[in-house]
């Protein structure tokens, strides 16, 4: 079974900084799909990135962007320039291809003003 | 831009009732899941649907819950006889069928109180 561990249940950062939320999986898959997805408080979980495992290349999206490291099984998100509208929990998800996401337990980001 | 809708919000049941949650996928998308979050815990794994039958079910999905979709457009989750451990946050996604990275689009959940 597909396991993945957010290991920071909480975390702060200030306005304008550089945050990475870290995220592992366990799996014996060789092709699969990791995602980090946002929920704000109004609990509509958005997607922010995905990574294909075949990729070796990091996968970016204007400030936000991943170090995936497929030997170690380690997925992190890093929000540069974090905004207020940052505030929100983060769900790591994996999935193998086509199948039901796996989602960790989420780690809840607070952006300081 | 498109979205997963679910209706209703919020859902207040007494145990051993039965609950129909809606969702209203993406039109033009052909594979639809539930999940579950109870809270303060991970998002769960519930079933998968794809051209009119269930592909995938996890463990919670026992033979209280079953899914459907009665009309093309409606994709709904029934729990028969509810029990106080079915509170939870109900979230329906679904996602095209090829395309996109396998990206699901979630809704906004039901959130489902049984006393």
């Known amino acids: 079974a597909q396991t993945v561990t957010q290991s920071q249940p909480e975390m702060s950062v200030q306005e304008a900084e550089t945050v990475t939320l870290s995220c592992t999986y366990d799996?014996?898959?060789?092709?699969?799909?990791l995602f980090w997805y946002k929920q704000p408080p109004s609990r509509q979980m958005i997607l922010v990135i995905r990574?294909?495992?075949?990729?070796?290349q990091n996968a970016t999206e204007n400030r936000f962007s991943v170090n995936f490291q497929k030997a170690a099984k380690s997925f992190s998100l890093k929000i540069s320039d974090s905004q207020l509208g940052d505030t929100a929990m983060y769900f790591c998800?994996?999935?193998?291809?086509?199948?039901?996401?796996?989602f960790g337990t989420g780690t809840s980001l607070t952006v300081i003003p | 831009e498109p979205e997963v809708t679910q209706t209703p919000s919020h859902q207040v049941t007494q145990m051993g009732q039965e609950v129909i949650l809606r969702c209203v996928p993406i039109?033009?998308?052909?594979?639809f899941y539930w999940y579950r979050q109870i809270l303060g815990q991970k998002v769960e794994f519930l079933v998968s649907?794809?051209?009119?039958?269930?592909?995938?079910k996890s463990e919670i999905f026992d033979d209280q819950f079953s899914v459907e979709r009665p009309d093309g457009s409606n994709f709904t989750l029934k729990i028969r006889s509810t029990k106080l451990e079915d509170s939870a946050m109900y979230f329906c996604?679904?996602?095209?069928?090829?395309?996109?990275?396998?990206?699901?689009?979630f809704g906004p959940g039901t959130r489902l109180t049984v006393t």
């Open positions: 649907f794809y051209n009119n039958e269930i592909s995938e």
């Open positions: 996604a679904s996602r095209p069928k090829t395309g996109d990275g396998y990206e699901q689009y």
């Open positions: 799996t014996s898959e060789s092709n699969y799909y």
């Open positions: 998800a994996f999935m193998r291809l086509g199948n039901q996401f796996y």
């Open positions: 039109s033009n998308h052909l594979y």
């Open positions: 990574q294909e495992a075949y990729k070796q």
